[in-house]
């Protein structure tokens, strides 16, 4: 069955690491609770990539998930609200590390329950 995707977004200019550890913390969680994680780390572009690149290549992966997750920090990143933004406009749903891990759950049981009624 498919699972949700959601698209991890958060700081990563001028972390450490580009805040690698945060975003690795959010897949794990994420997929534990039923979720497809998409990590931006892992957009195909190399690290030498610009700025904008990077944000391109990002909206264009958000653009294919069902949902956005923001991580710690995200409002201090123009990125991250960028793709907040964005996401928000789009109309996928956006949670937060704010989000009680009941209303994460219950999203992907509404969202395997709308998938089941899509195959019948």
């Given at each position: 069955m498919k699972k949700p995707k959601i698209y991890i977004s958060?700081?990563?200019?001028?972390?450490?690491?580009?805040?690698?550890?945060?975003?690795?913390?959010a897949c794990q969680a994420l997929d534990l609770l039923g979720?497809?994680?998409?990590?931006?780390?892992?957009?195909?572009?190399p690290q030498?990539?610009?700025?904008?690149?990077h944000l391109v290549k990002d909206i264009e992966i958000l653009l294919t998930c069902d949902a956005i997750y923001?991580?710690?920090?995200?409002?201090?990143?123009?990125?991250?609200q960028i793709e907040c933004f964005v996401a928000d406009n789009r109309g996928l749903r956006v949670f937060s590390y704010h989000t009680p891990v009941e209303m994460l759950h219950e999203y992907v049981t509404d969202f395997a329950?709308?998938?089941?009624?899509n195959n019948n």
């Amino acid at each position: 069955m498919k699972k949700p995707k959601i698209y991890i977004s958060g700081p990563m200019t001028g972390k450490a690491d580009y805040n690698r550890p945060a975003f690795e913390t959010a897949c794990q969680a994420l997929d534990l609770l039923g979720f497809e994680p998409v990590n931006p780390h892992n957009n195909g572009l190399p690290q030498s990539a610009s700025y904008n690149e990077h944000l391109v290549k990002d909206i264009e992966i958000l653009l294919t998930c069902d949902a956005i997750y923001l991580i710690n920090g995200w409002t201090d990143s123009d990125g991250a609200q960028i793709e907040c933004f964005v996401a928000d406009n789009r109309g996928l749903r956006v949670f937060s590390y704010h989000t009680p891990v009941e209303m994460l759950h219950e999203y992907v049981t509404d969202f395997a329950h709308k998938q089941a009624d899509n195959n019948n």
